[in-house]
């Protein structure tokens, strides 16, 4: 279950919740999930072959010789400790660790030639997530910053037509950065955020329990609930109040801040009170094998909720695997010790299981026809292995992998040089994922579709193409 995460950040105008109740002497009607849920209309533009999205976003970069661009005639220190495996998709192989991977491979588009040239975490999830750095300058975009570009998930936010009880952007288990706070000034890192389109547009973002237990399993995600003794009734008689609050405040109707504002409470008693939204949540309403199936873990719920979300219309989903601390998985994907023994210990086994699980379930339901699945890090490892048994960072050649929605399956796109270091063939940027996926939800990612603070109409995008060579129309 989940449980929606609040927010201390300024709205669009850079004024906080308690300032504009402040302003008109208004009780705070005391609910969590307001501040992270500001949503407005906005006009919707031509549907694509995908209605969803779910973003697998592999934080701290993983290794593609490891995973997915092996090289088995590399000499030692490249080529690693894996070996590679044959896959459901002729001539295509994958890690020795990723069995289950291997047998949904005819739905993968393994692509192996992604590049860019920024090796900063921070600024490398913003490139990925939103096709735009801020700054040429990676250590100026350690945080995220009211000015980043917006997240394809934030997108989609601003583009969604009316109001229902569940968001068109959720983020899980909980946003980047969260528990690495101290590390980070206090900030998040960028990349899931609306940015300069406003907070009324970042993700309904999760939440999730940091602890180091000895089963993985016991971690579960939290349930989204009222807080504690908070009934329907009371829920029932703060609306009363927002709508006395939203008479007090017809004299301030014309700040576009103002009016969020009565929106973001709407929408969070919607979301605490609906049935739609507690079922989408509610993983005790799936069998206990398909639980097991996926992985009884922080990952494997949190997918295993994202293919719920998406059935239910969510348009936009991401599953993160962060750093926690304290945790099992310290470091996330960021291999600089001990990469064989965490790649194969912990992180490919827990992939594995609920990667294959979730594109296996889209497919039997028949859902991976209109949801598009895109598995990435911000870059990729370095080809040669360090004197401690790690990968550095490598963000000049890395792999990603695409399903659904018209890709397809089975294929390989790009070619890197013999030791993964650098492409070979057919290079791709992240601005061509990025267009890449706008095209699958019919969005022309050149057309100016957001504006920045100043009212100025943008494109999406400035750079990219669809990679039509993995699409079928």
């Known amino acids: ?12 105008e850079g004024w906080t919740r308690r300032e504009m109740l402040s302003a008109g002497a208004l009780p705070l009607l005391g609910m969590n999930l307001a501040d992270t849920l500001e949503a407005q209309a906005a006009p919707r533009t031509p549907g694509g ?10 934080f701290g970069a993983p290794s593609h010789q490891d995973t997915f661009d092996m090289k088995p005639d590399a000499p030692s220190d490249i080529r690693g400790e894996f070996k590679p495996i044959g896959t459901s998709a002729v001539g295509v192989q994958v890690c020795e ?31 990925a997530q939103s096709g735009h750095l801020n700054s040429a300058d990676p250590s ?3 945080i995220a910053q009211p000015d980043d570009w917006p997240s394809m998930g934030s997108v989609c936010e601003y583009l969604a037509e009316g109001r229902r009880p569940l968001p068109n952007y959720v983020f899980m288990p909980h946003v980047l950065g969260k528990y690495q706070a101290a590390d980070l000034g206090g900030g998040l890192r960028p990349g899931p955020f609306a940015g300069f389109l406003g907070r009324a547009y970042d993700p309904m973002a999760t939440d999730c329990r940091p602890s180091k237990p000895a089963d993985p399993a016991d971690l579960l995600l939290p349930e989204l609930a009222p807080a504690a003794g908070l009934t329907l009734d009371r829920l029932h008689r703060r609306r009363s109040l927002l709508q006395q609050a939203d ?14 504002l ?7 008693f919607e979301l605490t009170t609906s049935s739609e939204a507690r079922k989408a949540f509610d993983l005790a309403r799936e069998p206990a094998a398909l639980r097991d199936r996926y992985g009884r873990n922080r990952y494997g719920n949190s997918l295993l909720t994202a293919r719920r979300l998406v059935e239910a219309g969510v348009r936009f989903v991401t599953v993160s695997w962060d750093v926690i601390l304290p945790d099992f998985d310290y470091d996330a994907w960021d291999t600089h010790n001990r990469n064989f023994a965490i790649l194969k210990e912990r992180n490919l086994p827990v992939f594995d299981l609920g990667f294959s699980a979730l594109v296996e379930d889209l497919a039997r339901r028949g859902l991976l026809d209109e949801t598009l699945v895109v598995c990435m890090g911000e870059y990729g490892r370095s080809p040669k292995v360090n004197a401690s048994g790690g990968r550095d960072h490598w963000p000049f050649c890395y792999s990603a992998v695409l399903a659904g929605a018209g890709v397809r399956g089975g294929t390989v796109y790009g070619k890197s040089d013999p030791h993964a270091g650098y492409p070979a063939e057919d290079p791709v940027s992240p601005q061509d994922l990025c267009a ?4 699958r ?13 100043q009212g100025r109409p943008l494109p999406l995008l400035d750079s990219g193409r669809p990679l039509t060579e993995i699409l079928t129309g």
């Open 1 to 12: 279950m989940m449980r929606v995460l609040g927010s201390r950040q300024r709205t669009c």
């Open 49 to 58: 072959r995908a209605k969803s999205v779910i973003l697998v976003f592999l």
């Open 97 to 127: 660790h990723l069995p289950q991977t291997a047998k949904v491979a005819h739905h993968l588009a393994v692509v192996r030639s992604v590049s860019h040239t920024t090796d900063s975490h921070s600024a490398a999830a913003l490139l």
């Open 140 to 142: 100026k975009s350690v």
């Open 247 to 260: 008479a007090q405040l017809r004299a301030a109707e014309r700040s576009p801040a103002m009016a969020a």
């Open 262 to 268: 009565s929106r973001t409470e709407q929408r969070a």
């Open 436 to 439: 890449t996926v706008y095209n």
């Open 441 to 453: 939800l019919g969005l022309d990612p050149y057309q100016p579709l957001i504006a920045d603070r």
